[in-house]
């Protein structure tokens, strides 16, 4: 299985909370990306990153930041949370970013916003 | 209309049927196809790349159909350890935009 790691596993907060969500790799991989997962939908991405300090949006970024300052973590912070963000939260990474590669998974984190 | 669309199930299948299923796509760019599976409440992980000529990979196979847009699953002899939600994933190598289907459950019983 493909190193990554994500932190907390399972949070639970109260609207207007800021959240930070933590994604760590040992696969040296210069992609990471943040996925949200709710039920009926498929995975959104959030935001991505082909590099340290390189970021871009993705299809549901509103009310979501992204910081890369390591190769290894890509930490997604929630400004002020709000109900609508409860959902599962995947980490993904990919080696070189081509349609072809293969993007692997972090065990997820559920967050609850209350 | 949703960009990929599956059907979302569940699928209840007897152990060592064969079951297939269809995941559709709007955009006719698309160029890169996969499927994945999802055990529940685990991260996805990939199945299968799903090329144009359609490849075997043991008792599953995935198949590309670019006229009618949808891409296929069949699963022959399932076992109780294929039941999952399998999701597939449409990319347009223009901007590598990764499209995600909600997933297809498939539950096989014994």
């Known amino acids: 299985d493909a190193g990554i790691t994500q932190s907390p596993r399972h949070k639970v907060t109260e609207t207007g909370t800021p959240v930070t969500l933590r994604c760590h790799q040992t696969?040296?991989?210069?992609?990471m990306y943040w996925y949200r997962q709710d039920p009926g939908h498929g995975l959104r991405l959030i935001h991505y990153?082909?590099?340290?300090?390189?970021?871009d949006k993705g299809e549901v970024s509103d009310g979501y930041s992204v910081s890369r300052s390591k190769t290894e973590d890509f930490l997604l912070t929630l400004e002020s949370a709000t109900s609508s963000q409860t959902s599962v939260y995947f980490c993904?990474?990919?080696?070189?970013?081509?349609?072809?590669?293969?993007?692997?998974f972090g065990p997820g984190t559920r967050l609850t916003v209350l | 209309r949703k960009e990929v669309e599956q059907d979302p199930g569940p699928f209840n299948v007897p152990e060592g049927a064969t079951v297939a299923f269809n995941c559709t796509y709007s955009?006719?760019?698309?160029?890169?196809f996969f499927w994945y599976r999802q055990d529940c409440r685990k991260e996805p992980k990939l199945l299968m790349s799903?090329?144009?000529?359609?490849n075997e990979d043991g008792r599953f196979t995935a198949q590309l159909n670019r006229a009618s847009q949808y891409i296929s699953l069949l699963i022959r002899d399932s076992k109780l350890s294929d039941s999952a939600t399998y999701l597939c994933?449409?990319?347009?190598?223009?901007?590598?935009?990764?499209?995600w289907g909600a997933g297809t459950k498939l539950i096989i019983k014994p």
């Open positions: 993904a990474i990919s080696e070189y970013g081509r349609a072809s590669d293969t993007q692997y």
């Open positions: 696969e040296n991989h210069r992609y």
């Open positions: 990153s082909y590099g340290v300090k390189d970021t």
């Open positions: 955009n006719s760019a698309s160029q890169s």
């Open positions: 799903v090329y144009s000529s359609g």
């Open positions: 994933v449409v990319i347009m190598d223009s901007n590598y935009q990764l499209i």
